[in-house]
């Protein structure tokens, strides 16, 4: 069922998931209807869209709107989703970072800075699509278990398109979440435990009747919500002028966004729309939650669950559901997963912020962290144009930053004289 | 001196200020080169950039960057500005907000939400402008009298374009704007008085051969950076398909917005981007800084200064620079100036949130206000296509509201049926 452009107008209704052909298993590839399931009843993988893409130029995406629908034949939503009440996310800026680039002695460097979405979070990506899986579904509550963005993501998305929200997240997130989460008049119940507790609950409200009419963006939604954070690399191959990064550094939290774009750059490949040349895939853990980065330095296949301790929560996911897969293209594109303690994510939060005055959240500095790690290990190279991701906003994590003022004084140039301050 | 496309690609280095001619005075009409001077040497009244504009189409600014520069014709920066470093801020979402235009009776209601520009509010557009202007000038140290906002704008910019900074605020400012203003490296000033305090203690300093090589954004650039609040009527005009909203309500803190947003307005018409119809302007204030509304109230043409008392801090200006013009403005085009109290404030940040997912901070709350209690009275007509503007961002002001999670629970599925939460 290829698309072309000789489809007619009423398409849209015939087409709720584009040129999406189906649900696939990543373990076994049996094939399912586009339904809200995630797991195959047989070997019990994780379920993916599959498509069949028709004819996609790089004009008829630049004529799009300046956001991620731009790239909706590429994603599974309906032809029409531009017009649908959602918070049409993305179009962030690719941040040419050349005083950061010249302090590290990297010869390209671009920080793609999320924070610019909605919510800002990168996770407005993957509810938008979340959202138009629910309306054709017909859900009527939104739900997730979330370490913080996805919850006020989910709140907001929720509130625009007329949804009911209830978002479940582990107690003790920082101030700038929870409200967040809570602003839209959505429920918000915090869960005495970790998030894997959170999410395992989740689960288990899925199976109830009480969850029947529930669409967990990230549970029953996951197959069409992960696919959101394809967007990412469509939009840093199309910043940098149609061509992919050489190197990407990338956070880990369950390590479904770094799958998802390593599966956007071969989807561009292959529908020719940049050149095929190789790319590494950087993985980038807290110390404290570091099962992913732990695995591929012993040289396992297997992640071995953690307890998440570290103050970059958005990546406290102490049993990711996607690091085997993490592992596979780390490796196989020849890049590396490590990790940085949490004095190193605030070391770099503050480099970024003074170097290219990008204000980032921990997971920002995670991957900087990680990126200046690797720069001084030898396993990336200065010479080749580096992407490095941040995800979202240093407003969320403000106990993770020492910044306040540096005087108070007077309204007198006398005083401000004597404080030595100019 | 016409603006052609014929122009030489060496022409950038010859333009420092683009289409800009001279500085002009608002009340007098002399004329200066264009300097980093504020106030005319004859009459004391403020300075403006006047332009020779050449020939600009939509397409041409159609096929240019997706932030502000796309406007970069209209505006007193060098050609080439894309190209340096800067912010990059702009094209941020207008939003179509039919959800809330139904609870108020509406029929066309958008929210322009300039919370999605770097550090979060309208002032990364304004500073923008004063970047290019202290480049050209010379100037080392990049500066400001803020209110909170402002503050982060500079420090980021600073920071990006490779200035020193140092920033006044008034003592006891929001967490996040605070942090904000001083996690990019510069140096944060907290005076102890108000806002008018600081505006006057920067003024001295200018003065002062201490402030020598200073550019004051707000002071000494201040013509250059009161053009960029222009984009803002720009990006409305073409985000509603090369159109003029027939209302607009706008927050007054100096009341400069305001006034630069009219005169966008008329230069789109003049240029014959867009067909010249009539738009009202309203003004919004909060009741405990209203000087403006005040005198708009009274018919009269002086505003009385006042000490401001309200929750929404960056609106809180007392003695406004531009009121006299906002009155002008308001009165011609047929719209009015109004307040409404910090409930009210609080009570139409929840109501913006719940219905349209945008988490405006107490300035949105203000202008959302404003629209509910002039359409409430009749001064606003609910047919007419109309939008509000949201400056900043919830995340800075967390304390104007009160939202947290609806209840802490054990993940258990019993415990949250028996909470009665489902």
Redesign the interface.
């Given at each position: 069922m290829a698309t072309t452009a000789a489809q007619p107008a009423t398409a849209a209704a015939t087409r709720p998931f584009g040129s999406a052909a189906a649900l696939s298993c990543r373990e076994c590839g049996q094939r399912y209807d586009l339904a809200p399931r995630f797991a195959c009843e047989f070997c019990f993988g994780p379920l993916e869209v599959a498509y069949d893409f028709g004819d996609i130029s790089r004009e008829a995406i630049e004529r799009g709107p300046?956001?991620i629908w731009r790239y909706a034949a590429l994603l599974p939503v309906p032809d029409n989703v531009a017009e649908l009440?959602n918070?049409?996310p993305g179009?962030t800026?690719l941040v040419?970072a050349?005083?950061l680039a010249a302090e590290l002695g990297m010869r390209a460097l671009h920080v793609k800075?999320d924070s610019?979405?909605?919510?800002?979070s990168f996770k407005d990506r993957v509810v938008a699509m979340a959202v138009e899986a629910a309306r054709t579904f017909g859900f009527r509550t939104l739900s997730c278990s979330s370490t913080g963005n996805l919850a006020g993501a989910v709140?907001?998305?929720?509130?625009?398109a007329?949804f009911r929200s209830?978002v479940f997240?582990p107690?003790g997130l920082e101030?700038?979440k929870?409200?967040?989460a809570?602003?839209?008049?959505g429920?918000?119940?915090?869960?005495?435990?970790t998030y894997d507790?959170?999410n395992?609950?989740c689960s288990?409200?899925i199976g109830?009747p009480?969850?029947e009419d529930w669409g967990f963006v990230n549970v029953n939604l996951r197959p069409y919500y992960a696919e959101g954070s394809k967007t990412l690399a469509y939009e840093i191959a199309e910043q940098l002028g149609w061509r992919l990064p050489e190197q990407i550094v990338i956070p880990i939290a369950s390590g479904s966004q770094l799958t998802k774009i390593d599966k956007g750059f071969r989807e561009l490949v292959a529908l020719g729309l940049v050149e095929d040349r190789p790319y590494k895939v950087f993985g980038a853990q807290a110390t404290g939650c570091s099962p992913v980065a732990r695995a591929f330095e012993a040289g396992h296949d297997v992640i071995q669950p953690v307890k998440p301790d570290t103050i970059a929560k958005s990546l406290a996911i102490g049993n990711p559901a996607d690091g085997p897969y993490v592992l596979d293209i780390c490796r196989r594109t020849g890049g590396a997963v490590a990790h940085v303690d949490d004095a190193a994510v605030v070391d770099s939060?503050?480099l970024l912020?003074?170097?290219?005055?990008?204000?980032a959240e921990t997971a920002g500095g995670v991957t900087t962290g990680v990126l200046r790690k690797l720069l001084a290990e030898g396993a990336l190279d200065p010479q080749a144009e580096t992407v490095v991701l941040n995800t979202g906003?240093?407003?969320?994590t403000?106990n993770a930053?020492e910044?306040?003022?540096?005087?108070?004084?007077?309204?007198?140039?006398d005083v401000?004289?004597a404080a030595g301050?100019?």
């Open positions: 300046k956001n009440p918070m049409n179009l800026p040419r050349d005083r800075d610019g979405n909605p919510t800002h709140g907001a998305a929720a509130a625009r007329g209830c997240i107690a101030e700038g929870v409200v967040m809570a602003v839209y008049g429920q918000v119940v915090a869960i005495d435990g507790d959170v395992r609950f288990e409200l109830d009480a969850g939060i503050a912020a003074r170097t290219e005055g990008v204000f906003d240093g407003l969320k403000l930053v910044a306040g003022v540096t005087a108070t004084i007077k309204p007198s140039l401000f004289k301050l100019v």
